[in-house]
């Protein structure tokens, strides 16, 4: 099996990023029938998979449902997705300190479900898989009780999944829904913690923020990724001299930390993977990858060992230093029970970066902001993602490529 699997990462309301992305290629490309690129599966973590839920809802369209996703988006107000009043306000200790009873998060996160259980179109989704329209829609989330990632796979008939996908990944069949979705967008002490069975789940970026992994185990060969974080220079300072930074600022900076997994080093591995093969075909002959595969098979492997293509596509400009300046120079359409506290609690202090703002800045204008950004990088990248989307499948089965790159790869890793 092979195909074109779409990677989404999380980040809270750096989705919208996403968004604008998928907006440039599903209208930019399409063939003679209208339809955008053929996608095969859907890897989401966090908001990705919010994004990517909505997405395989639509498969049968995705150039008009990734409209209707950018005026959901673009219609934002921050008490569509932030619940905050008296009841969250007295339950902020339960927050810290936990105890019995319902799940608590700074926030209540009924605006946020309603906001996916209306929007996505859950039976489509399910008609969508069960044809096989769509190969698989995969969600991580992170087990709260162990810690480990856990990535649900929604899977058309026939379709075999692995029992795990190493790193102490756990994979399990589901019909995912709105509870798996809500799940893996559960920001830690942002919102709560959600209950799936009779287990509790969390964001699933702590562990699994871009998740490339499910995609390489159900057998897609091209691998289109869309990552979140903007890669930084060592001796970048985002302080100035003689400022120490506040609380917001390093939980802004610690949620990078966790969510923001480097995608560099999955392309790293992609590479590995790649030169092992291409040196077996050079050493052994055409032969030498079924002849792997074959033993693999042997031993009861699923996943068969093949080359990949990547293309990542990232922010060219960091989205906290966007939201930071965003925050300077709009005004924000806040909930009366928001106001000024909220204001102040994303005010970025010392620092030139808003992080914790640009995850929690469910705004329209922001959102307009990013959606821009992410149509502006994509086009920029016109010519990678044209050639990556329609070259021949077989092509990169060649081992013609120099020994290093990762093909048609937007980001390469480091040498």
């Given amino acids: 099996m092979s195909g ?9 309301a750096r989705g919208a990023y996403e968004v604008g992305v998928l907006q440039y290629i599903f209208s930019e490309f399409l063939d003679t029938n209208g339809k955008g690129p053929k996608v095969d599966l859907i890897s989401g973590t966090s908001v990705g998979a919010v994004n990517g839920a909505f ?40 927050v810290l300190l936990g105890g019995s009873g319902q799940a608590r998060g700074v926030f209540d996160p ?84 959600v209950e799936i069975g009779d287990e509790i789940h969390c964001d699933g970026g702590l562990r699994l923020n871009t998740p490339m992994g499910p995609s390489v185990h159900l057998g897609m060969n091209r691998l289109l990724v869309i990552g979140l974080s903007t890669p930084h220079s060592a001796d970048r300072r985002a302080v100035k001299d003689g400022k120490y930074p506040g609380a ?8 990078n930390a966790f969510l923001l997994d480097h995608v560099n080093t999955d392309l790293l591995e992609v590479q590995r ?42 922010p060219t400009v960091d989205i906290g230093q966007v939201a930071s300046e965003y925050l300077a120079s709009n005004r924000v359409r806040f909930g009366k029970s928001l106001g000024r506290a909220f204001i102040s609690m994303l005010d970025v202090g010392s620092g030139a970066d808003a992080d914790l703002a640009s995850y929690l800045l469910f705004d329209g204008g922001f959102a307009q902001t990013l959606i ?44």
């Avoid at 074109?4 to 809270?12: F, M, N």
């Avoid at 093969?277 to 031993?299: C, H, T």
């Fill in 110 to 193: 009924t605006p946020l479900s309603a906001l996916v259980g209306r929007n996505v179109r859950w039976r489509r989704l399910r008609q969508n898989i069960r044809s096989g329209a769509l190969r698989a829609l995969t969600v991580s989330t992170t087990h709260v009780g162990t810690g480990q990632p856990v990535i649900f796979v929604d899977a058309a008939p026939g379709i075999g999944i692995p029992d795990s996908l190493g790193l102490h990944a756990l994979v399990r069949r589901a019909r995912i829904g709105q509870h798996h979705v809500l799940a893996s967008a559960a920001i830690p002490l942002i919102f709560p913690p």
């Fill in 273 to 314: 993977i790649n030169d092992f093969l291409r040196d077996g075909v050079r050493a052994y002959g055409p032969e030498f990858v079924d002849r792997i595969n074959d033993a693999a098979k042997a031993r009861g492997a699923l996943a068969k060992r093949r080359l990949l293509s990547s293309l990542v596509l990232r």
């Fill in 4 to 12: 074109l699997g779409l990677i989404l990462s999380g980040g809270g």
């Fill in 248 to 255: 917001t600022f390093m939980l802004g900076k610690v949620l």
């Fill in 55 to 94: 997405v395989a809802s639509a498969i049968g369209d995705v150039p008009a449902g990734v409209k209707q996703l950018v005026s959901i988006w673009t219609g934002l107000e921050l008490p569509h997705v932030l619940g905050f009043g008296l009841r969250q306000a007295a339950g902020l200790y339960r």
């Fill in 372 to 415: 821009e950004m992410g149509r502006r990088d994509a086009h920029a990248k016109r010519d990678e993602i044209e050639a990556f989307l329609f070259e021949d499948p077989d092509s990169i089965l060649s081992p013609a490529p120099t020994v290093g790159s990762v093909a048609h790869s937007a980001s390469k890793p480091p040498e």
